[in-house]
């Protein structure tokens, strides 16, 4: 292989792995109804959606400055199937092949735990 020739990328390629990826209707309303509810309870305050390469991100905050208490993330690429996720921080809370298989774990009482070190 010639140096010009490891340097050259497929544009057929390279749109694959880049493809943007967005929450559908349903989907985002889904997630209003849960959002919306905990807001109801006085447990969240505020929301964010990403949507880039690969994925989508529904965050929710307690505090608007804050870091997320939870991100609910839609992923896919190439030739993966859709993938969702609930993350805390870095902690993988669940995981699915629907959106609401993870919404599911939000049906449980979940309590935030900080750890002093």
């Not at 694959?16 to 309303?29: H, V």
């Not at 309870?41 to 989508?56: F, K, L, N, S, T």
């Not at 905050?61 to 896919?76: D, G, N, S």
């Amino acid at each position: 292989m010639t140096p010009t020739a490891e340097r050259l990328l497929r544009l057929a390629d390279y749109q694959t792995k880049r493809r943007t990826i967005y929450f559908n209707r349903s989907e985002f309303d889904q997630l209003l109804q849960l959002y919306s509810r905990h807001v109801a309870r006085g447990e969240w305050r505020d929301y964010a959606i990403d949507h880039g390469a690969g994925r989508a991100i529904f965050s929710v905050f307690r505090h608007t400055h804050e870091t997320p208490l939870y991100a609910v993330v839609k992923q896919a690429g190439g030739q993966r199937p859709v993938e969702y996720l609930v993350l805390s921080g870095r902690e993988r809370l669940a995981a699915g092949r629907s959106l609401g298989d993870v919404l599911a774990l939000f049906q449980k009482k979940l309590t935030l735990v900080h750890s002093r070190n």
